[in-house]
């Protein structure tokens, strides 16, 4: 269900889709820190996940979920 324009603020953030996905962010944000945001974004892409989630998980921190299923 999508919520109005108005109260989409109010939605809890998206859930990640499934466990891979959860696995492969994280291995991602891992390797931000091991080697460089570069390799994290390369990774992340042949990992087929989208632009918008690789901006947010690796350029804005404090806007990662804090817990993942």
Do not use: W
Not at 41 to 63: A, Q, T
């Amino acid at each position: 269900m999508t919520l109005p324009a108005q109260f989409a603020e109010l939605a809890p953030p998206q859930q990640r889709s499934d466990e891979r996905s959860s696995a492969i962010v994280d291995k991602g944000i891992a390797v931000q820190r091991c080697f460089s945001t570069l390799c994290a974004i390369e990774y992340l892409k042949s990992n087929n996940v989208g632009p918008d989630v690789i901006e947010r998980v690796l350029l804005h921190p404090d806007l990662r979920r804090k817990f993942s299923h």
